[in-house]
């Protein structure tokens, strides 16, 4: 089984290890900004979840609109 890490640029498929020292730096800060991107993503999510809650629990406490 070969667990190299690769990286497709291009529609071609690449070996990290076999690239230049400065691509393989690109692709750490390509990592490193995609965890950065889900960190957000899943934040987003909480503070979502959040706001419905007290959009919800403010709905139940103003006066309701009379029909």
Known sequence: MDDELEVTVDGISYKVSELSQEAQEQVANLQFVD???AQLTSQLAVYQTAR????AALQQLVPRARQ
């Open 35 to 37: 965890a950065q991107m």
């Open 52 to 55: 419905n809650a007290y959009q």
